[in-house]
Every structure is written in structure tokens, then in C-alpha cells.
């Protein structure tokens, strides 16, 4: 066997040891918590990627909202496990309440009435009334409530707080919410034109993350919430513990080194453990018949649909269920970093990355997906590091005063986009299809 025959055989797993051993040269060269904190962003990375896999990869559904979705997400992780502010629900609680009813009435007396008027003209104004009258009861009694929420100290709470879980219980609900937009999203749009698909979820995006940008009295907006709970041990509480003392001692680790090391572990483990379920569900789900139909509608809707495939019911599970793992890695995300910032939500970030990891992965190969997420987080974070120590080495006979040393070890921080193209430059040259492509199935 040929060397380029037995990579093209063991093409995973070599990949995947290099990509290991990337991340153990970060753990030598700087140190394990950098190592960590990379590994722990890479596993969320590629839950991301394995949700868009199965839109894109499936079933070529082309969604640029993962923005929403994985913000979404985040909103979970505050609702579910903050603890409750009982003076803002005592001083505004009633009018939310009263609000949410009345939109929900309207909405039901519109379907309601939709189709008991015949004359067509008499429906539109007749619903259009209604939603007029919907809305300004909705202001009467919702603006009060809010008002009152957001002048609850203000600088520490303003807002109505969460239900006081456990975070990890914010994991699913994460998906539920994403699962439930992308439900509303896919029954408007996944019947018409491919195009209308991406528009939508480009919209929606935006419309969640203006939300939750403004909403003070659910999400704080740009004050941001911190302090979530955690489902791992504080640093503090292990460096006081006997038994952790014990372990660091023997394992030779300054303390605050091996708590930090400790705390991370334990996050790489529950994140490691999700990924791992969902990665099992995606590549069953795949080799299923199940899975042969959807890349059959993939590659030919019109064919599917003559062999009595419901194309579009397909579509809106398929975009669901990726949608709904987004979420999830979103509420993850927020979970990891303790905090939950909606300004920190930008399209580069949870749009154009996850879609780069996909595509250089392997699109309609789920471990591709996965190898894509770990791949480009790690140039993402190693690019800075990277491109100054180059630059430092480049410009080492230069004069320390130069002005163009200066100005190379000045733009050497900003090499993050320009590596990230350069990578998707020459796998797209070299391996088109990424780099473990879609396994061909008969």
C-alpha cells in the first residue's frame, strides 16, 4: 500500500492525532490551561458545526442564523439557572404576565377568526382591528410592568432573573428554544425558494439579537449578567479542600495551576460527553434509511419527491434538529464562560467560522464537521501567538528602532483573518471536498 492510499484509509484518525498532538505542542510550549481553555472552546465549537452539518450536509439547507440560534442558547443558560429578583416580580411581574396573556389571546382570536369570515376584504380589516386593539392593551399594561422591573437596582439586578436550576438543565432547554424559532422560520420559509431560507434566518438572527440587546427586563441588554452558576467546582473551593491539596502535591502543580487545570478538565469531560452522544445520534441517524433519504432530497428534490417524499416536511425536521443542537452548544457556551454578553454576538464570529469549520471539515461527514470545528478555533486563538513569534523571528537581524519592524510586530496581531482565509484557500485547492470528505454510499 502506497502512503497516499494508507492516508486516504486512515485518514480520520491520522488527522485526529495531529490534530492532539497540536494541541499537547500548545500544552509544552506555553501551558496546559491555554491547552484546555482551547480544547474546551474546540468541543463547542464543533457541536456548532455538527448542527450546520446537518442542515448543509443533509439536507443543503443554507442557514446564516446561527447567530440567533446559538444566542438563543445563551438566553437559556440566564432563565434557567439565575436565581429569581423577587422585587421585580413584585413590582412589575403582574404587568408582564398580563402582557404575555394578551398577546397570546390575540394571536389565538386571529386564528380563530381567520377562517370564520368568508368576504376576504372584512377579514383582512376585522384582523387587522383586532391586532391594533391586541397591541395597545399590551402597552397599557406591558410598558408599566417593564419600567418598573428595569428601576429595580438597576446597576446589579433590573430584570426578572431566572428560575434558579441547574445550569446543565439549561443545555436542553437551550435546544428547545432554538428548535421552537427554527420551527416558525421553517414553516414560512422552507416551502418557497432556497433563497427565502437564508434571508429569514439572516433576519431572525438579527431580530434575537437586537432583542436581547434591548429587553432589559429579561436579559439585562448590554449590562450583560454575570455570575451564572456553575456546574464544576469554584478554584477557590478546591484550593481549600484537603484532598485537592493532597493531589497537587503529589502531581507537583502549584496550587492556583492545578485547580485551574482541575476546573477546565472537568468542563472538557461534560462537553466531551455531549458531543460524543450527539456524534453517535448523527452518524446512526446517517447510515439509517433515514439518512439515505435526506441526501437523496439533497441531491435531487425533484426525483425524492416523484418517489412520494414529503420534501418539505423533511426539510423542517432536519433544520430543526440542527437548529435545536446549535442552541444547545450556545447555552454550553454560555455556561463556559460564567457570563452572558449579548454585544459579544457578532456573524464572524458564530456565522462565517462555523460555516469555514464545516466547509474545510468536510460537509455531509459528521467527524469532518467535528475535525473542522477543532481545526479552525485552534488557528483562530493560535494565529496572534503564531504570527508575532514568525514576525519576531522574520525581523530578528533588523534594528530594534526600525520603524518597519515596528510596524510587522504592530500587524501581527491582526493575522486572524488572513490566516483563517489562507487555510481555506488551500483546502478548497487541494482537498475541495475538505478534509474527511462524505463517505459515498449506495
Known sequence: MTPLAAFRTYRTPILFSVMACMLMGVGLLQSWGVALTILNMCLISAIMALG?????????????????????????GVLVSMPPVSDAWQAGGLGIGLGLLITFATVMLCLWLWPQINAWRSRYWIICAVILTGYWLLRVWFDPGVDAIESINPSVTGYLGGLGLPIVLSWPVGGLFAAGVAFVIGKIALGLRSDYLAIATLGISEIIIFFIKNEEWLTRGVKNVNGLPRPVPFEVDLQQAIWFQDLATRVGLDLNDASSIFVKLCYAGLFLLVLAILLWFSETALKSPWGRMMRAIRDNEVAAAAMGKDVTWQHLRIFVLGSAVIGMAGAMLTTLDGQFTPVSYQPLRFTFLIWVMVILGGSGNNWGAVLGGFFIWFFWIQAEPIGLWFIDTLTAGMDPNSAIKAHLLEGAAHMRLMTVGLILLIALRYAPEGLIPERKRL
Not at 442542515?55 to 444566542?71: C, E, R, S, T
Open 52 to 76: 450546520v452539518n446537518m442542515q448543509w450536509g443533509y439536507a443543503g439547507l443554507f442557514n446564516v442564523g446561527i447567530m440567533g440560534f446559538a444566542a438563543l442558547g445563551g438566553l437559556a
